[in-house]
T-cell receptor
Framework: QKEVEQDPGPLSVPEGAIVSLNCTYS??????FMWYRQYSRKGPELLMY????GNKEDGRFTAQVDKSSKYISLFIRDSQPSDSATYLC??????????FGEGTQLTVNP | GAVVSQHPSWVICKSGTSVKIECRSL??????MFWYRQFPKQSLMLMAT?????????EQGVEKDKFLINHASLTLSTLTVTSAHPEDSSFYIC??????????????FGEGSRLTVL
Protein backbone atom coordinates (compact mmCIF):
# COMPACT_ATOMS: atom_id res chain seq x y z
CA GLN A 1 0.00 0.00 0.00
CA LYS A 2 1.32 3.43 -0.92
CA GLU A 3 1.88 5.89 1.88
CA VAL A 4 0.11 8.61 -0.09
CA GLU A 5 -2.77 7.98 -2.47
CA GLN A 6 -3.88 10.50 -5.08
CA ASP A 7 -6.27 10.00 -7.96
CA PRO A 8 -4.21 10.65 -11.11
CA GLY A 9 -7.26 11.81 -13.07
CA PRO A 10 -7.31 13.24 -15.63
CA LEU A 11 -9.79 15.83 -14.39
CA SER A 12 -11.42 18.20 -16.87
CA VAL A 13 -13.58 21.14 -15.80
CA PRO A 14 -15.03 24.26 -17.44
CA GLU A 15 -13.55 27.66 -16.72
CA GLY A 16 -14.95 29.17 -13.54
CA ALA A 17 -15.66 25.82 -11.88
CA ILE A 18 -14.59 24.96 -8.35
CA VAL A 19 -11.96 22.24 -8.40
CA SER A 20 -11.45 19.80 -5.56
CA LEU A 21 -8.25 17.78 -5.39
CA ASN A 22 -7.64 15.21 -2.66
CA CYS A 23 -5.06 12.91 -1.15
CA THR A 24 -5.25 10.28 1.55
CA TYR A 25 -2.34 8.96 3.53
CA SER A 26 -1.55 6.16 5.93
CA UNK A 27 1.36 7.50 7.99
CA UNK A 28 -0.03 9.27 11.06
CA UNK A 29 3.40 10.80 11.70
CA UNK A 30 3.03 13.20 8.77
CA UNK A 31 2.77 16.73 10.11
CA UNK A 32 3.54 19.00 7.17
CA PHE A 33 1.39 19.02 4.08
CA MET A 34 2.08 20.68 0.77
CA TRP A 35 0.52 21.12 -2.63
CA TYR A 36 2.67 21.65 -5.68
CA ARG A 37 1.67 22.63 -9.19
CA GLN A 38 3.71 21.25 -12.06
CA TYR A 39 3.38 22.45 -15.60
CA SER A 40 4.48 20.13 -18.38
CA ARG A 41 8.27 19.73 -18.55
CA LYS A 42 8.81 22.04 -15.57
CA GLY A 43 9.76 21.53 -11.95
CA PRO A 44 7.07 21.58 -9.23
CA GLU A 45 6.06 24.96 -7.83
CA LEU A 46 5.02 25.21 -4.19
CA LEU A 47 1.40 26.41 -3.91
CA MET A 48 0.36 25.79 -0.32
CA TYR A 49 2.10 24.70 2.86
CA UNK A 50 0.16 23.65 5.95
CA UNK A 51 1.23 22.40 9.33
CA UNK A 52 -1.05 19.94 11.13
CA UNK A 53 -4.83 20.16 10.77
CA GLY A 54 -6.88 23.10 9.63
CA ASN A 55 -7.49 25.34 6.66
CA LYS A 56 -5.28 27.77 4.83
CA GLU A 57 -6.41 30.18 2.15
CA ASP A 58 -4.35 32.04 -0.44
CA GLY A 59 -6.27 33.86 -3.11
CA ARG A 60 -8.29 31.35 -5.10
CA PHE A 61 -6.64 28.40 -3.38
CA THR A 62 -7.71 26.77 -0.11
CA ALA A 63 -5.90 23.87 1.50
CA GLN A 64 -7.57 21.69 4.11
CA VAL A 65 -5.99 19.08 6.34
CA ASP A 66 -7.99 16.57 8.37
CA LYS A 67 -5.47 14.53 10.33
CA SER A 68 -8.16 12.46 12.03
CA SER A 69 -9.25 11.16 8.65
CA LYS A 70 -5.77 11.29 7.11
CA TYR A 71 -7.20 13.33 4.27
CA ILE A 72 -6.05 16.55 2.64
CA SER A 73 -7.70 18.68 0.00
CA LEU A 74 -6.93 21.57 -2.30
CA PHE A 75 -9.78 23.71 -3.60
CA ILE A 76 -9.40 26.05 -6.54
CA ARG A 77 -12.14 28.65 -6.93
CA ASP A 78 -13.00 30.36 -10.21
CA SER A 79 -10.66 28.03 -12.09
CA GLN A 80 -8.79 29.45 -15.07
CA PRO A 81 -7.23 27.78 -18.13
CA SER A 82 -3.85 28.80 -16.69
CA ASP A 83 -4.58 26.46 -13.77
CA SER A 84 -4.25 23.50 -16.15
CA ALA A 85 -1.35 21.50 -14.76
CA THR A 86 -0.55 18.47 -12.65
CA TYR A 87 -1.15 18.98 -8.95
CA LEU A 88 0.97 16.99 -6.53
CA CYS A 89 0.28 16.58 -2.86
CA UNK A 90 3.29 16.00 -0.64
CA UNK A 91 3.78 15.49 3.04
CA UNK A 92 6.50 14.86 5.57
CA UNK A 93 7.29 14.28 9.20
CA UNK A 94 9.60 16.60 11.12
CA UNK A 95 12.45 15.54 8.87
CA UNK A 96 13.00 16.97 5.42
CA UNK A 97 12.10 14.01 3.24
CA UNK A 98 8.94 14.51 1.21
CA UNK A 99 6.55 11.78 0.19
CA PHE A 100 4.59 12.63 -2.95
CA GLY A 101 1.27 11.54 -4.31
CA GLU A 102 1.05 10.48 -7.96
CA GLY A 103 -0.29 13.84 -9.04
CA THR A 104 -3.66 14.75 -10.54
CA GLN A 105 -3.71 16.09 -14.09
CA LEU A 106 -6.15 19.00 -14.33
CA THR A 107 -7.44 20.66 -17.49
CA VAL A 108 -9.57 23.80 -17.28
CA ASN A 109 -11.41 24.36 -20.54
CA PRO A 110 -12.15 27.92 -21.69
CA GLY B 1 9.73 32.11 -3.03
CA ALA B 2 13.28 30.90 -3.01
CA VAL B 3 14.95 30.26 -6.35
CA VAL B 4 16.57 26.99 -7.31
CA SER B 5 18.25 26.83 -10.69
CA GLN B 6 19.12 23.73 -12.68
CA HIS B 7 21.42 23.43 -15.67
CA PRO B 8 21.17 22.18 -18.32
CA SER B 9 17.42 22.14 -18.81
CA TRP B 10 17.77 19.43 -21.41
CA VAL B 11 20.59 17.29 -22.68
CA ILE B 12 20.99 14.58 -25.30
CA CYS B 13 23.95 12.26 -25.09
CA LYS B 14 25.24 9.05 -26.57
CA SER B 15 25.05 5.79 -24.71
CA GLY B 16 28.12 5.22 -22.57
CA THR B 17 28.93 8.86 -21.95
CA SER B 18 28.59 10.74 -18.66
CA VAL B 19 26.37 13.74 -18.05
CA LYS B 20 26.57 16.29 -15.23
CA ILE B 21 23.55 18.25 -14.00
CA GLU B 22 23.98 21.24 -11.71
CA CYS B 23 21.58 22.47 -9.06
CA ARG B 24 22.09 25.89 -7.51
CA SER B 25 20.28 27.75 -4.77
CA LEU B 26 20.43 31.35 -5.96
CA UNK B 27 19.33 33.40 -2.98
CA UNK B 28 19.87 31.18 0.03
CA UNK B 29 22.32 28.64 1.39
CA UNK B 30 21.16 25.05 1.27
CA UNK B 31 22.89 22.55 3.50
CA UNK B 32 20.61 19.87 2.11
CA MET B 33 19.51 19.31 -1.46
CA PHE B 34 17.49 16.47 -2.92
CA TRP B 35 17.60 14.76 -6.29
CA TYR B 36 14.46 13.28 -7.82
CA ARG B 37 13.68 11.35 -10.94
CA GLN B 38 10.36 11.59 -12.73
CA PHE B 39 9.09 9.39 -15.55
CA PRO B 40 6.28 10.61 -17.84
CA LYS B 41 2.93 10.90 -16.06
CA GLN B 42 4.43 9.62 -12.82
CA SER B 43 5.27 11.27 -9.56
CA LEU B 44 8.68 12.26 -8.28
CA MET B 45 10.85 9.50 -6.91
CA LEU B 46 13.54 10.53 -4.47
CA MET B 47 16.95 9.28 -5.56
CA ALA B 48 19.24 10.73 -2.93
CA THR B 49 19.74 13.37 -0.30
CA UNK B 50 22.77 15.56 -0.83
CA UNK B 51 24.44 17.06 2.24
CA UNK B 52 27.03 19.81 1.96
CA UNK B 53 30.47 18.56 2.84
CA UNK B 54 29.52 14.92 3.29
CA UNK B 55 28.48 11.87 1.30
CA UNK B 56 25.05 11.69 -0.20
CA UNK B 57 22.43 9.35 1.18
CA UNK B 58 20.93 7.18 -1.53
CA GLU B 59 17.49 5.63 -1.57
CA GLN B 60 17.12 1.91 -1.84
CA GLY B 61 17.63 0.67 -5.38
CA VAL B 62 19.57 3.70 -6.58
CA GLU B 63 23.08 2.86 -7.77
CA LYS B 64 25.63 5.06 -6.03
CA ASP B 65 28.32 4.43 -8.63
CA LYS B 66 26.01 5.32 -11.47
CA PHE B 67 24.49 8.48 -10.02
CA LEU B 68 27.34 10.43 -8.48
CA ILE B 69 26.31 13.31 -6.25
CA ASN B 70 28.60 16.05 -5.05
CA HIS B 71 27.55 18.89 -2.76
CA ALA B 72 30.76 20.88 -2.56
CA SER B 73 29.30 24.21 -1.46
CA LEU B 74 26.23 25.60 0.27
CA THR B 75 24.76 26.69 -3.05
CA LEU B 76 25.71 23.93 -5.47
CA SER B 77 24.99 20.24 -5.81
CA THR B 78 25.78 18.18 -8.91
CA LEU B 79 24.41 14.91 -10.20
CA THR B 80 26.56 12.98 -12.66
CA VAL B 81 24.97 10.13 -14.58
CA THR B 82 27.92 7.90 -15.45
CA SER B 83 28.00 5.59 -18.46
CA ALA B 84 24.47 6.62 -19.36
CA HIS B 85 22.15 4.18 -21.11
CA PRO B 86 18.77 4.71 -22.76
CA GLU B 87 16.96 3.49 -19.65
CA ASP B 88 18.49 6.44 -17.77
CA SER B 89 16.51 8.82 -19.96
CA SER B 90 14.25 10.72 -17.58
CA PHE B 91 13.41 14.07 -16.04
CA TYR B 92 15.77 14.83 -13.16
CA ILE B 93 14.71 17.45 -10.64
CA CYS B 94 16.55 18.87 -7.67
CA UNK B 95 15.16 20.64 -4.66
CA UNK B 96 16.65 22.57 -1.80
CA UNK B 97 15.42 23.13 1.69
CA UNK B 98 15.20 26.70 2.88
CA UNK B 99 16.62 26.83 6.39
CA UNK B 100 13.90 27.37 8.95
CA UNK B 101 14.05 27.92 12.66
CA UNK B 102 11.64 25.09 13.38
CA UNK B 103 12.97 22.46 10.98
CA UNK B 104 10.01 23.05 8.73
CA UNK B 105 11.95 24.70 5.95
CA UNK B 106 10.02 24.60 2.73
CA UNK B 107 11.33 22.75 -0.27
CA UNK B 108 11.73 24.61 -3.54
CA PHE B 109 12.37 22.83 -6.79
CA GLY B 110 14.51 23.51 -9.80
CA GLU B 111 13.07 23.60 -13.30
CA GLY B 112 14.24 20.07 -14.00
CA SER B 113 16.69 18.61 -16.50
CA ARG B 114 15.46 16.32 -19.24
CA LEU B 115 18.04 13.69 -20.17
CA THR B 116 17.74 11.71 -23.37
CA VAL B 117 20.29 8.96 -23.95
CA LEU B 118 20.53 7.72 -27.51
Amino acid sequence: QKEVEQDPGPLSVPEGAIVSLNCTYSNSAFQYFMWYRQYSRKGPELLMYTYSSGNKEDGRFTAQVDKSSKYISLFIRDSQPSDSATYLCAMKTSGSRLTFGEGTQLTVNP
Amino acid sequence: GAVVSQHPSWVICKSGTSVKIECRSLDFQATTMFWYRQFPKQSLMLMATSNEGSKATYEQGVEKDKFLINHASLTLSTLTVTSAHPEDSSFYICSARVPGGTNTGELFFGEGSRLTVL
